[in-house]
């Protein structure tokens, strides 16, 4: 399967700031996904990243604050923009390779 | 609206104890099915999947899963639970979705092992 490597691996910001996590992956793949895991909670799903396409956003979720980048079939990179403390959670990058999801080891990102 | 269901919020088991973590779905079709460890301050790594085939999945670390449609369940199972197991479970169905597919996971099962 798929390899992801996600960094940074945590980050504590100040709120008002941005922080671009990026996904680098060790083959090409179609499809990207981009997840935010509240603390305690289970994984929501932010965006699908297509290369060539505009992110599609799931409801809740817009583009002016998590844009998106997909420049090629390898990487992407995933801003949270204009943060405030209930951004604080694991961001997590995903891809699918022949039906299996594999994740990145996650952005722990903490908003003060 | 599709949705996967764990009802158990956490579990306790003494290590050496067989384990059993549920999980439920509501789909019209039979979607595919994942289970995920989570190990803290980790990411997701994939336990098992369900495709199709047989119901009994096998996966790594010696856990196992049965897929039974008439209960639209997908529980994990292990017969002897190691300490190194504590860590969150996810469950998960991937669905047909507009321009592609997605994935939804239940909120997750956080495993305790006593000694």
């Known amino acids: 399967s798929a390899v992801i490597s996600q960094k940074p691996s945590r980050d504590i910001c100040q709120r008002g700031t941005s922080l671009t996590i990026q996904c680098q992956v060790d083959?090409?793949?179609?499809?990207m996904f981009w997840y935010r895991q509240q603390p305690g909670q289970s994984l929501t799903l932010i965006a699908t990243?297509?290369?060539?396409?505009?992110?599609?956003?799931e409801s809740g979720f817009v583009i002016d604050k998590f844009p998106i980048s997909r420049p090629n079939l390898t990487f992407s990179t995933l801003t949270v923009s204009n943060m405030s403390p209930e951004d604080s959670s694991i961001y997590l990058c995903?891809?699918?390779?022949?039906?299996?999801?594999?994740f990145g080891s996650g952005t722990r990102l903490t908003v003060v | 609206a599709q949705s996967v269901t764990q009802p158990d919020i956490h579990i306790t088991v003494s290590e050496g104890a067989s384990l059993e973590l549920r999980c439920n779905y509501s789909?019209?079709?039979?979607?595919?099915l994942f289970w995920y460890v989570q190990s803290p301050g980790q990411g997701l790594q994939l336990l098992l999947k369900y495709f199709s085939g047989d119901t009994l999945v096998q996966g790594i670390k010696g856990f196992e899963a049965e897929f039974k449609r008439s209960q639209s369940s997908f529980n994990l199972r292990k017969p002897s639970v190691h300490w190194s197991d504590a860590a969150e479970y996810f469950c998960?169905?991937?669905?047909?979705?507009?321009?592609?597919?997605?994935?939804?996971f239940g909120a997750g099962t956080r495993l305790f092992v006593k000694a």
């Open positions: 990243a297509n290369q060539g396409s505009e992110a599609t956003y």
């Open positions: 995903s891809v699918e390779d022949q039906g299996v999801y594999t």
């Open positions: 789909y019209g079709a039979t979607p595919y």
């Open positions: 083959s090409q793949v179609t499809m």
């Open positions: 998960a169905v991937v669905l047909g979705h507009t321009g592609g597919f997605k994935t939804i």
